[in-house]
């Protein structure tokens, strides 16, 4: 339970005090690799911000002449089977990665925070009841678990977003109630009781603040796992419906003329790879700045 | 669970399966084989008894067993699973002693930043562009399907998307492996053996290993749920038969009992190899039989 430590000893989430800015670039710069996630993940961001304003083509648009076009100075990363450009559909597809990340997450994250504290701070049945209903979840391997949802829900962009959100719920809960629980019986928190403290207060000024730092990384390093399977659900078929462009999707259309053309799997791939280890690294280095103790068993 | 959740959704799952131009009557039939007009808790009752049984229910576009449907399918993951970590297990152990023994080097950090960053690599990826490598542009390996019969031929087929699901887990084993080496590298008996004046090569891999390499062992337990879910894409990659190919088709076909009946085969593999895991981590290591 090395994790469980950690944010007594640290107290609020850091980078408030001052210098601390500073501080983290002094560190950030040991990390050559988180340096270039920290690249990595500001170039995605931002091309998925600006990606109307900076697609060359529309990335719907059909050109009938030019299907499969290898790579040229038209069409960076070429054509796909329909004549689209796939450079525009890799840049507009890292906007649907990246809406939902978000999107699942902060559903996760605010839903698993709250039953994680109501598990950790209620009562004994409460808590029993709510594991099992973790582990119930976590029981299935992941994408057999999404598949089983996404036969139900239908493909579709929201059903992505629920199924992402569903499965990472419990892993957040579960690191908020084993933190809410070693706080619980805290000093501080004994003495704010004595003073008659009612559990809104306790929870929401006490507690809050020192689960949320080590959840946010937690969460940071997820963020490829959930972009892994937006996009394999979308390559299934599964996952976002044409047209829109998504990574997954721009493999899918690829893959069945792979021998004709590869460079639509090529190029659609290569966003999947480096986006993945962008926020790896990234994660892996704010870990290691902010929480060295926070290591996952590997 | 799966059933609550069928229930959950709005829509009827016998007017989904008809289609929207079945009449009501049809529907009503499906509905009554299928035991949906009665409550919730008799459904799941039934389905609970019947798998109890070992029937799964029927398949409702062929008509055939369910269990029958997916237990033709199992071997075929089942196979490509343990090709997978066979893979692993042959690049990673070495590659991990490597890096434990010979700290430092260049190799051993190439090692430590490659396996961060392969494991990230999602393994779809890995398999589309290892058949774009091996198999479409150097033709070493043939692309897709399983070949026909023949030890050979079979394993000729199995190979590469073998190694699309388990190059991933080189770099994870090799990472754990060189962990564990390093610990038992500093223990008092292989310091003995070095006082022994034991060649080098003989502590490691007569001494230090066989200790070294009991984590792994409950690392592919755990790990079963990752295999399983590379060998679903790998066998859509390279179009091989499997419960993955299954399932993926009978979501996208709507075969709900086929479905539920890949889920709880899956469920069932990934709980029984977490137990088998414990087992033989027991078997072969005393100290953690008393956690058992």
Same mark, same amino acid.
């Given at each position: 339970m090395s994790a469980t430590e950690t944010t007594m000893t640290d107290g609020?989430?850091?980078?408030?005090?001052?210098g601390a800015l500073k501080q983290f670039w002094r560190n950030l710069r040991g990390e050559p690799l988180g340096l270039i996630g920290l690249v990595l993940v500001l170039l995605l961001v931002l091309s998925a911000i600006f990606a109307p304003w900076i697609v060359?083509?529309?990335?719907? /648009?059909? +050109?009938?002449? /030019?299907? +499969?076009?290898?790579?040229?100075?038209?069409h960076w990363m070429g054509t796909d089977q329909l004549g689209r450009d796939v450079l525009s559909r890799v840049i507009m597809g890292g906007r649907v990665a990246l809406l939902v990340a978000l999107a699942s997450l902060g559903a996760a994250l605010s839903i698993g925070l709250l039953l994680g504290l109501l598990a950790g701070f209620g009562p004994r049945w409460l808590d029993n009841g709510l594991l099992l209903i973790f582990d119930a979840v976590r029981s299935f391997p992941v994408i057999i678990f999404a598949l089983a949802l996404v036969a139900l829900l239908g493909p579709s962009l929201y059903s992505v977003i629920f199924v992402v959100a569903v499965t990472s719920i419990p892993i957040y809960a579960r690191i908020v109630r084993t933190q809410t629980l070693a706080m619980r019986n805290n000093e501080f928190i004994l003495a704010e009781r004595a003073m008659g403290a009612g559990m809104a207060r306790i929870l929401g000024v006490h507690v809050l603040p020192n689960v949320l730092g080590p959840l946010l990384i937690l969460a940071s390093m997820d963020v490829p796992l959930i972009i892994t399977l937006e996009a394999g659900l979308s390559f299934l078929g599964m996952g976002v419906r044409p047209p829109t462009p998504s990574w997954g999707t721009i493999l899918n259309d690829g893959y069945s003329y792979i021998r004709n053309s590869p460079w639509p799997v090529i190029f659609g791939g290569l966003p999947i790879v480096l986006a993945t280890l962008g926020f790896t690294f990234m994660g892996e280095a704010l870990r290691d700045i902010f929480d060295p103790k926070l290591k996952r068993d590997l | 669970m799966l059933h609550v959740m069928i229930r959950a959704v709005p829509g009827d799952p016998a007017s989904i399966m008809l289609g929207?131009?079945?009449?009501a009557e049809q529907r009503e039939e499906l509905r009554h084989r299928m035991r949906l007009d009665e409550p919730a808790h008799v459904q799941l009752g039934v389905y609970f008894g019947n798998l109890a049984r070992g029937d799964m229910g029927t398949d409702v576009v062929s008509g055939r067993q369910v269990t029958t449907i997916v237990g033709e399918q199992v071997p075929h993951t089942l196979t490509l699973i343990f090709a997978s970590i066979a893979w692993a297990v042959i690049l990673g152990i070495p590659l991990g002693c490597y890096s434990a023994v010979r700290r430092n080097t260049l190799i051993d950090r190439i090692t430590g930043v490659l396996s961060v960053s392969v494991i990230a690599i999602p393994s779809f990826v890995m398999a589309l562009y290892s058949l774009l490598i091996?198999?479409?542009?150097?033709?070493w390996l043939p692309a897709t399907g399983i070949g026909d019969e023949g030890f050979l031929e079979r394993a000729r087929y199995l190979i590469l998307p073998a190694f699309a699901v388990g190059v991933s887990w080189v770099g994870y084993i090799a990472r754990v492996v060189r962990a564990s080496m390093l610990e038992v590298l500093g223990e008092t008996h292989v310091r003995m053996n070095r006082a022994f004046g034991l060649p080098e090569w003989r502590i490691v891999f007569r001494y230090a290993l066989p200790l070294a390499i009991l984590p792994t062992v409950t690392l592919l337990g755990v790990g079963m749920a990752y295999l399983l879910s590379a060998a679903v894409f790998a066998e859509v990659v390279f179009a091989r038969p499997g419960v993955g190919a299954l399932i993926v088709e009978a979501v996208g076909s709507r075969n709900y009992p086929v479905v539920m009946g890949c889920v709880v085969v899956t469920t069932g593999l990934f709980v029984v190899a977490t137990a088998l895991a414990d087992i033989i981590n027991a078997l072969l290591d005393p100290r953690a039989r008393e956690g058992l």
């Open positions: 609020v989430a850091p980078g408030e005090e001052p060359p083509y529309n990335p719907n /648009e059909i +050109l009938v002449g /030019e299907r +499969l076009a290898a790579p040229s100075a038209a | 929207p131009r079945a009449s091996f198999a479409v542009a150097l033709k």
